[in-house]
């Protein structure tokens, strides 16, 4: 079966100016995540998705960033304005329900704030 | 929330020896869940500890679910140099609230 596809790979901003990030998540998997890992720590959740809905999203700086995932499938997150300590991995995972199961990653996108 | 420490951070070994990270919470965990991450890499799913006790293994890894639900170990014999990377758990919790947390992961570096 595919992975989770995300888009784009890398991506290199000045402060202040925004970006958005793309996600396909596996067929038929329910929830989606999206992470942000910086480097040396283990990934944050930032946002949670059941189907379209939005499960959790209380550690989500909604000042800058925010996310969709209208028709329950792919999911976009964006920030703006950007600052130098989002420079960061946005992973997107997929899983087939959302408590007690193992969730699939993307590949990531790095993402550098100048 | 959960919060989800492990130690070490770092280890080196040399190829051949045993290599043990070990994950501790200050909350009883529903189950626990362990990933692996490559260099450059992202995470990828090893296996979930849902008993008390639980012991489960997967050729030279083996992971433990300490009794009380605190705290879980992996522990690989005869380190290999594809062994390298980052192992995290994370708290697989599978009910009530639940925000997903992973630990701050431990690198394992393996000198041939």
């Known amino acids: 079966e595919a992975g989770v596809a995300q888009s784009p790979r890398y991506k290199i901003i000045e402060k202040r100016q925004s970006v958005a990030f793309w996600c396909n998540p596996i067929?038929?998997?329910?929830?989606l995540y999206w992470y942000q890992q910086i480097l040396g720590q283990g990934p944050k959740l930032l946002i949670q998705?059941?189907?379209?809905?939005?499960?959790?999203d209380s550690q989500l700086p909604k000042d800058r960033f925010s996310a969709e995932r209208l028709k329950g499938v792919d999911s976009t997150l964006k920030i703006q304005p950007a600052k130098l300590e989002d420079s960061a991995v946005y992973l997107c995972?997929?899983?087939?329900?959302?408590?007690?199961?193992?969730?699939?990653f993307g590949p990531g996108t790095r993402l550098t704030v100048t | 929330g959960q919060q989800v420490m492990q130690i070490p951070q770092y280890q080196h070994v040399q190829e051949g020896e045993d290599f043990t990270t070990y994950c501790n919470s200050s909350?009883?965990?529903?189950?626990i869940q362990w990933y692996k991450q490559r260099p450059g890499g992202h995470p990828v799913f090893l296996i979930q500890l849902v008993k008390s006790g639980e012991v489960k293994k997967q050729k030279r890894l083996t992971f433990q679910f300490g009794e009380a639900k605190k705290n879980s170990s992996l522990h690989i014999t005869a380190t290999q140099t594809t062994d390298v990377g980052t192992y995290f758990c994370a708290d697989g919790a599978s009910g009530g609230s639940y925000i997903p947390t992973f630990g701050r992961g431990t690198s394992l570096i393996v000198h041939p």
């Open positions: 998705f059941q189907n379209n809905g939005v499960v959790d």
């Open positions: 909350t009883t965990l529903s189950n």
């Open positions: 067929s038929g998997h329910a929830t």
């Open positions: 995972a997929s899983s087939f329900g959302d408590r007690g199961y193992e969730q699939y």
